[in-house]
């Protein structure tokens, strides 16, 4: 039996899973277009490879991973692209993002899959084979799981997190119920990547069937696997939390479970893992669960693209529904709209009403009774944070760990004064990163300025050592110019005398140059340009003895 512990704070909402849980998972019926957002992971937003009117396979590539923090973008299935544009998509800001939105055909043809033995990989193939498929962590964070093989220690412990802890969301619990084989082969495929000493597979009190089904998936595969059961507690599906309860381990600030010798995925990743490896099948479909104000709650395997509005109509939208949340409702996002796109982040959709969900009160004062201390479980002080946040205090919030609190949203929820306490750390959080980003940028334009600045001097040292050089080369062919005998006669001369041979030198060099010069073009001239060339000749010799003639009358009279 092995120890489990405990951590910091917690606390217990309502589950409301059974609702979604009654009927096992149904696959969604393929819609007449999907929308499929360039962003669906953690880092940059891929590139497009597609354009308007091509006709792309189930699986083919279409957006190509930009950077180390980025993942590959496939098509969900067979159809023509119809155009490649700004949508709206699931984000807070609501801002649209470039999405490619595909007409389906029905036709569901595959391309070219490459499955492939991870026994014969190296880490590295193994990490460029799941970055080629798009495998991204599916538990929220959407995080390149090729970069989470990357790891400069050795990882000792695999952790497998099915605790799936908010309310509401079951497609983890329905996942391991039903499919619970191909996630214990993608465990093993993950434990071999990371050469991991053990692998540990996390799952909460609440979920028995599927603990029951992960246990008999182990010992069927008869791999030395340990299915842990844990106390229902929120927010114990936290990756730090979870290694906490189930290792003793805890994860310092500012650090990653790697740097403890620690991993941890998803077991809705993992099971992605084994589609990629074995099948050569990209992430382009995921279960989530649609529930809330819904007449008929149930997970759904659907196409990455399908619009929320499409999933939710298969599952028939009470009338007083008036809007929709992605997630859970601790942690998720209102959507700004209900066609917006599935992604592969999208673990769950519910159904919102004013029934389901009365609106908060306005928020009151903070009457410091220090109840989000208590629930908190990074153990931090939220309402010294919501202070420093109200107040543009962004410094004193760093100072406090701001960016250790994980926003599962437990001060919130336990709040007497209504004060949405994470909706503050996430704006001061953004402001961090603003502020950190133009910074940066501005340490960067001032250090291209000074490579600019040493550029433009070093050039100019360059270009007056280069003249230099040429007048040095140029004194030297003048100096070999010289005549030996008159540097040998006079071997004492001054520079003015020097000077002054060097201009005679060079002039009966110009003597001899053209006195040997022969005109050109004189081999067939006209009798009148003959008598015009001779008038000119006759012109310049006059004029050359008026020159002398006027200089003989310039010198001074002989003494007798």
Known sequence: ??????????????????????????????????????????????????????????????????????????????????????????????????????????????????????????????????????????????????????????????????????????????????????????????????????????IEDNKAEAAAAMQNAVNASGLPFEVVVIPTLYPSGSAKHLIRILTGLEVPSGKLPTDIGVQCFNVGTTYAVKRACDDGEPLIARVVTVTGNVAQPRNYEALIGTRFAELVQLSAALPDTDRYLMGGPMMGLELPAANVPLVKASNCVIAASDALFPPKPPALPCIRCTRCAQVCPAELQPQDLYWFAQSNNFGKAQEWNLFDCIECGACAYVCPSSIPLVHYYRYAKSEVRARDQEKRAADQARERHEFHQLRIEREKQEKAGRLAQKERESAAKAAAAIPAPAAALNPAASADDTQQMRIDAAIERAKAQAAVTQPKNVGHLTPEQQAEIAAIEARRANLHKLAADAGADDEPPKSS
């Open 1 to 202: 039996m092995r120890r489990l512990f405990n951590f910091h704070g917690g606390l217990h909402p309502p589950g409301n899973k059974a609702q979604s849980t009654a009927q096992p998972i149904v696959r969604a019926p393929v819609p007449q277009e999907l929308v499929i957002p360039l962003r669906q992971h953690a880092g940059e937003a891929a590139k497009p490879l597609v354009q308007v009117g091509e006709r792309v396979l189930k699986g083919q590539l279409i957006g190509a991973p930009v950077g180390g923090f980025s993942a590959s973008i496939h098509a969900p299935t067979s159809g023509t692209v119809s155009a490649i544009d700004l949508q709206s998509v699931a984000h807070p800001s609501a801002l649209p993002e470039l999405c490619i939105t595909l007409r389906t055909d029905g036709a569901e043809e595959w391309g070219e899959r490459h499955p492939v033995d991870y026994r014969t990989l190296s880490n590295a193939e193994l990490q460029a084979h799941l970055r080629a498929h798009g495998i991204v962590g599916l538990g929220g964070a959407a995080f390149p799981s090729d970069m989470k093989l990357r790891h400069a220690l050795p990882v000792q412990t695999l952790i497998l997190n099915g605790a799936e802890c908010e309310p509401y969301i079951t497609c983890d619990d329905m996942l391991m119920r039903e499919r619970a084989a191909e996630i214990v082969r993608g465990a093993e495929i993950l434990r071999f990547a990371l050469d991991a000493r053990e692998v540990l597979i996390g």
